[in-house]
């Protein structure tokens, strides 16, 4: 079985000034301005903040996974909310306060056959203490 550190974090900033956590990565910090920021390893597991179902296809060219889907906010435990997709589970089973863990996985490919990754939450394997 992969390691928490195996199976990969996603990135954020955290100011040195005023310890404000920003995700995506910032080169300033949104709360005071300072530009000492220093790169800060997302916690892999939190809980539903906020979900929306999408019911309604978006344009192929920028979506090509399946319909419905839900996303919405996921709060990490003295961190900070990340907007995400919610995977992995059907779309009435997630609701705010579930808990639910990071996953990192492929979702395309580009023209000159790269994987393309992505990120959403799933339902957590284990419940967190």
Excluded at 6 to 19: I, P, S
Excluded at 76 to 89: K, S, Y
Aim: net charge negative; glycine share 6%; with cysteine.
């Amino acid at each position: 079985m992969p390691s928490e550190e195996d199976k990969g974090h996603l990135l954020a900033t955290q100011c040195q000034k005023c310890g404000e956590i920003a995700f995506p990565k910032t080169s300033a910090c949104r709360q005071c301005q300072s530009t000492e920021v220093k790169e800060y390893k997302l916690s892999r597991k939190g809980k539903i903040y906020s979900l929306s179902t999408i019911y309604f296809p978006p344009p192929p060219t920028y979506y090509k996974g399946p319909v419905p889907f839900s996303i919405g906010w996921v709060e990490l435990p003295n961190e900070c909310r990340v907007l995400t997709p919610f995977i992995d589970a059907p779309v009435e089973s997630f609701k705010i306060g579930d808990e639910v863990e990071l996953s990192i996985r492929k979702i395309d490919q580009d023209a000159e056959g790269n994987e393309v990754l992505g990120f959403g939450f799933a339902p957590a394997a284990e419940k967190q203490v």
